[in-house]
């Protein structure tokens, strides 16, 4: 009883700071929260890579390489209003701060003298890729609309809740019981129903929030179902990713950031891989 307190108490505060992040008017907010989230989330993947025997990746290095290549999205879609209205015609912007680090990851490990250099380079690139890439996509979501970014993240907690609350129900086939014995294709079923329920309640109501900035009509609601589909479905995945990684490594969670929950990586496995995608979708339909 009493970790089901702290788990729910600790979920509804991070969910709480995220929404206020993305809704604040103050951007400094926003970029110290999703700046903190990344820099945990780097921290917490190349711990983990040290379970892995021989795997010693320069993860200050990488850590630094991730948060500058945050830091670039950032400045450029959330700080500098006139360059995030004229994108297009600063194609080099997120890359000029971060690209020296992706040499560098290469070149250090001439020096380090370790015994796998080119998985120790994989796995650094790897959690640029897993960790830091997404949290810039969130802000290019939000460089896109608050109402979109903020979409994104309910949509994920709404399916979530939707596969446990069905999955615990009325769960008896499983889905991919080789990585995640208790998720079912019941729970799949109620987290897709409550996906569409979420996007289509957007598409009705989100004009209604003044805080959203956003005027009915201008995402039509095939294309907010679209979305909605779109981030149920590689979010789900992301969490079998996650459980693939942490089975593979023989861990529980990724760290205890979150009582309850686990780390960062926890609470944003499917987040993780869901943004890439949903920022791609959202760039090509708006």
């Known amino acids: 009883m009493n970790n089901l307190i702290t788990r729910t108490l600790s979920g509804a505060v991070f969910v709480a700071v995220v929404i206020a992040a993305i809704l604040l008017p103050n951007p400094h907010f926003f970029g110290i929260v999703f700046l903190a989230m990344t820099i945990l989330g780097l921290r917490e993947f190349y711990l983990l890579c040290k379970h892995i025997e ?7 290095l990488a850590t630094v390489g991730g948060v500058a290549a945050f830091l670039c999205a950032y400045c450029c879609c959330v700080i500098d209003e006139k360059v995030s209205a004229n994108v ?3 194609p080099y912007a997120f890359l000029v701060l971060y690209i020296p680090f992706i040499s560098a990851l290469f070149m250090v490990e001439l020096f380090r003298k370790r015994a796998f250099p080119i998985h120790n380079v994989a796995i650094s690139l790897m959690g640029h890729f897993y960790v830091a ?8 979501m939000k460089m896109m609309g608050a109402v979109y970014l903020l979409a994104f993240f309910i949509l994920i907690w709404a ?3 939707g596969a446990y609350l069905v999955g615990r ?6 889905m991919f019981e080789r990585v995640s014995p208790k998720k079912t294709w019941e729970g799949i079923g109620g ?14 109501f989100a004009s209604e929030i003044p805080a ?22 590689s979010g789900a995945l992301g969490d079998l990713v996650e459980s693939l990684f942490k089975r593979y490594l023989q861990i529980k969670d990724s760290g205890k950031f979150l009582p309850g929950h686990g780390g960062v990586l926890d609470r944003l496995d ?3 891989i869901a943004a890439p995608i949903a920022f791609s979708f959202l760039a090509i339909a708006l």
């Open 54 to 60: 021989g795997i010693e990746p320069a993860w200050v």
């Open 88 to 90: 297009g015609n600063h």
């Open 133 to 140: 890439l997404p949290f810039c996509c969130m802000c290019a």
């Open 159 to 161: 399916s979530d809740t």
């Open 169 to 174: 129900c009325i769960g008896k086939h499983k």
């Open 191 to 204: 987290g897709l129903l409550f996906a569409l329920l979420f996007g289509w309640l957007f598409a009705q």
């Open 212 to 233: 959203l900035g956003y005027k009915a009509g201008d995402f039509a609601i095939w294309k907010w179902m679209t979305f909605a589909v779109l981030v149920f479905v």
């Open 270 to 272: 499917s987040a993780l």
